[in-house]
């Protein structure tokens, strides 16, 4: 697999993660292009961190995965290591997203990206923990992946849909926090 500025990463054999797709990757820093750069990107259901390796590629100077797939956090670990510049922070956190979630709970991201496998019960647990943490930066986003064959994005509790994108076969959600920019127009 092939990241930002043609830099390969390793990836684990067969379908035991399923990789965004690169239309999916494109789009998302292509939406958020203006606002990696020195932010600090959570990466829930990480995989081997192709959405992390991204980030750092593009400058985020912090990027946390979490992956509860010991080898895809070994893996992550070994990309993000390869990528990272001197001046980036990363951490590799290996177990369930929710309850990992709570040991956050005193920091705030400016990006978000929760992809975790489709026909999970993840998703709103997750958001309402997100949400509950407190984790998404007053000005931050948070990019939901999803197949709309499994889960339909909602608002939950203190996060708004602020837009929808579909690319085939996958859809993303973006969330705010709930009344922040308010000028926003999806």
Same mark, same amino acid.
């Given at each position: 697999?092939?990241?930002?500025?043609?830099? %390969?990463?390793? !990836?684990?054999?067969?379908?035991? @993660?399923?990789? !965004?797709?690169?239309?999916?990757? +494109?789009?998302?820093?292509?939406?958020?292009?203006?606002?990696?750069?020195?932010?600090?990107?959570?990466?829930?259901?990480?995989? !081997?961190?192709?959405?992390? /390796?991204? /980030?750092?590629?593009?400058?985020?100077?912090?990027?946390?995965?979490? #992956?509860?797939?010991?080898?895809?956090?070994?893996?992550? %670990?070994?990309?993000?290591? *390869? &990528?990272a510049q001197? +001046?980036?922070? =990363?951490?590799?956190?290996?177990?369930? $997203? $929710?309850?990992?979630?709570? @040991?956050?709970? #005193?920091?705030?991201?400016?990006?978000?990206? =929760?992809?975790?496998?489709?026909?999970?019960?993840?998703?709103?647990? $997750? &958001?309402?923990?997100?949400? *509950?943490?407190?984790?998404? /930066?007053?000005?931050g986003e &948070?990019?939901? +992946?999803?197949?709309?064959?499994?889960? @339909?994005?909602?608002?939950? !509790?203190? &996060? +708004?849909?602020?837009r929808q994108?579909?690319?085939?076969?996958?859809?993303?959600? =973006?969330?705010?926090?709930?009344?922040?920019?308010?000028?926003?127009?999806?």
């Amino acid at each position: 697999m092939r990241i930002y500025g043609n830099r %390969q990463l390793k !990836t684990l054999p067969g379908l035991e @993660t399923r990789p !965004t797709p690169a239309r999916v990757r +494109e789009a998302v820093f292509n939406i958020w292009q203006g606002a990696i750069a020195q932010c600090r990107w959570l990466d829930l259901c990480a995989g !081997t961190g192709a959405m992390g /390796a991204e /980030a750092l590629c593009r400058g985020a100077s912090l990027v946390v995965g979490i #992956d509860i797939k010991g080898k895809a956090c070994s893996i992550m %670990q070994q990309n993000w290591q *390869h &990528l990272a510049q001197p +001046e980036q922070t =990363f951490q590799v956190v290996r177990g369930d $997203v $929710v309850g990992r979630l709570k @040991t956050l709970a #005193d920091q705030q991201f400016d990006r978000i990206y =929760f992809d975790p496998p489709y026909a999970s019960d993840l998703y709103n647990p $997750v &958001l309402e923990a997100i949400a *509950h943490y407190q984790l998404l /930066a007053d000005q931050g986003e &948070l990019a939901v +992946e999803y197949s709309p064959n499994y889960w @339909t994005p909602q608002p939950i !509790t203190s &996060l +708004e849909i602020c837009r929808q994108k579909v690319y085939g076969n996958t859809a993303l959600a =973006f969330y705010r926090l709930r009344g922040k920019d308010e000028s926003f127009d999806p």
